[in-house]
């Protein structure tokens, strides 16, 4: 497994997210209030670009009328036909057996140790300084 | 239970019966009522249902029909067109009367009181191999409840009846006493086509009898679609709802496109949490007559492919009306493995009086034959 | 939003090779008076006073809230302006994006058929139609535009359909489903007559405000189901534009169906066939099958594309209708757009009666070359 290094921490603020492309794959960054989730952009649907779905929460109900959202920020919802996916696990809830979308490790690593890897850091614009999101894959 | 001419215990899950006139109801009222049926000429009016009308082609087969007065008032026509012309062991008999569809809900009311006490000394008193649907007046539920209470403790009154095109859809939480009460007793909620409270399509008023007909089938669909998405389900885990006359084949087309859109807005309704086409398997039933299908192309097994279900479908002649001519009530050949489900196995799972009657007879008979033996 | 997009598109184009044709794409207004150049003097007036008057409770918005702003994808807000407003945005996205041949406009734009005020209705109809040529059709000729027509005064629908039928760039006549009586009730024929005078298809995009509740049971609670109800619009529709005799008083109409999808029409026909073989005596005045009538007549577009669990399903629906009777469409940019590559995929079908469905049928249909 290659660690890729894909974005500046500063790039994806909290609640913000980013698509990078990581060995011909699109791949959707979130940054849920400081953790940060990768999961495959396309929609197992349509493709649709998971990355330019609206974030939300998770709605649910045990009773008809009884509305409880919770989660707040930790799904998103594609663009296109709505499919809501859970951010840190890729998993579909309109289809929770039968879908999901893949995860993939992102965390943050100092940006000096990453420089010192052989792998694409190079193709990023590293500065020792910054540290950065990087995925396995 | 007896074989049918299926090769197998049929039970016949829809026979029509049919009020001769509304004087027949007269002993059936209160002194109030009789008075005013009398005085005013209630007693004189048909009240039959705009979109079904009785001496239209459909709505009796030639040999059906009596020889005189409305199709489905001649108890021996039943029984030798419909229990034994197919050797069934029960019918479940549905009398729609009219008078249900009256804007007052207090007269609804009474003529719903009036046909079941008729229904049940009238035909079910004389008949042991029939059953019953409840007559409610669905567009007052308080009323439809304290009628259900008042029936439900004679078990031959097996499910009650609500109609297809009604005074709202059926999911709506209005509605919801009826269901308690009848989960409450062991009673399938039975959808029969028919209604025309108001417009019989969304795009108005049509011009004919056939367009109304078929836009049964419609109306039908639409009431899948509440039923589920208000989550009558969600809320009456044990509520079974059977379609009746409904086509049938409308069904795994309208759920491939509900569940298509339920997976784009579950969030609207969070309360369904499984596909639309799982709660449907697990709570919906259908009569098999009429069964719209290809001709020349029997798709009474693409359709149980398609639901992925054999417990869904449930025998029914639909007598008198005429969809098939002779003995070819049973879309299905008798050889087939679904044949003694559909036939008669998914009533008995859907109809818990059915059951219970069928254990009582068999329960008789050991004690009948023990006695002899002692 | 910090996303990249630039990342995906040579990724897209490359895998791309299909060409279609897309019978259903949404023109949207930049702003919402962009229409009034377009209008007179007198009912410029009357909108900026009045506004639009409907049979149901609101005055800008439909009665059942959609799950999307502007019922619009997501991706699909240009720069300024709301979903399918901009051209420069609705070419790179969609146009070329996905290899559209030709476009058919769909303008739902303030619903002239809808309108209570006939007139006002039908000086909205003129000028949506002069605003699709001159906003749209004009710079980006692969779009078609259709002749919005207001059905509830065919006076005036027929002379919108006279004035236009010299003009090639107007492929179609459009009126909603959802009319005051079933579209095949008698005061809509001479609108047929002119459609078939001007020898243009109808195009009938579900939707229309005409005060009926959206089922025989009044009217549904949610979204989800008012949704559903789309289907029933059709169903109806084909209903009584059969059984009233349409075609077989018109023998050269034709109807194309938009958005209504496609998997219920053989359970229709079924059904149709069977009573009408009962009832028959009730409408002497056909000749054919229900079923005869609508292969002959009636054209379907594929969006929303139906999803059986099994493919094959599907593929089944599509021969069972006919596979010269359906045309590829995707609902730009609205949220339930279907994507051609997923269209593709899920037909199996032979690859001759894939491309009838994505160019071919629509190619014969509005004679493009
Ligand atoms: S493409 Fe994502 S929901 Fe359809």
Redesign the pocket.
Known sequence: MDRHVVAKVEDVPPGGRKLVTVRGRPIAVFNLQGEFFAIGDK??????S?CQGRIVGLAEADLPGEYRLSRQGEFVK??????EFDIRTGQSWCDPTGTRVRAYDAHVEPGAEIAKGPYVAETFKVTVEDEYVVINL | MQNSIFGHPAIDCDVHIAVPSTAALMPYLDAYWFDAFRTRGIDRVSFNLTGDPPNTPLAARPDWRPKSGKPGTDLALLRSGALDGFGSSFAIANCLFGGVALHSDDLAAVFCKAVNDWVAEEWLDREPRLRASILVPQQAPDLAVAEIERRAGDRRFVQVSMLAMGTELLGRRGYWPIYEAAVRHGLPIGVHAGGLYHHPTLNGWGSFFLEDYVANAFAFENQVVSLVSEGAFAKFPELKVVLIESGVTWMPPALWRFNKTW??VRSEVPWVKRTPADIVRQHIRLTTQPFDEPDGVPWLQRFVEQMKSEDMLLFSTDFPHWHFDGTDAFPLSPSSPLARKILCENALATYPRLSESLADSVAGKETASKELSS | MSTVTAERKPQAAARQKLTVIDCDIHPGFSTPDEIYPFLPERWREHVKTFGGHYRQAFADTLSHPRMAPEVSRADSWPPKGPPGSDLAFMRAQHLDGNNVEYGMLMPLNRGPGNQRNLGYGAALATAVNDWQIAKWVTPEPRLNASIVVTQEDPEAAIAEIESRADDRRFAQIMLPPRSLEPLGRKRYWPIYEAAVAANRPLALHVGGINGYPATASGYPSYYIEEQHTNVQGMQALVTSLVLEGVFERFPKLKVVLVEGGIAWMPALKWRLDKHYKRLKAEVPHLKRLPSEYIHDHIWLTTQPLDEPDVDSDLAEIFEQVGCDRIMFSTDYPHWDFD?PK?VLGKLALSHEKQQAIFSGNAKALYGLK
């Open positions: 929609c197992p649907h349509e493709s649709g998971l594609c663009p296109w036909h709505g499919w | 997976r784009g | 994507d997923f």
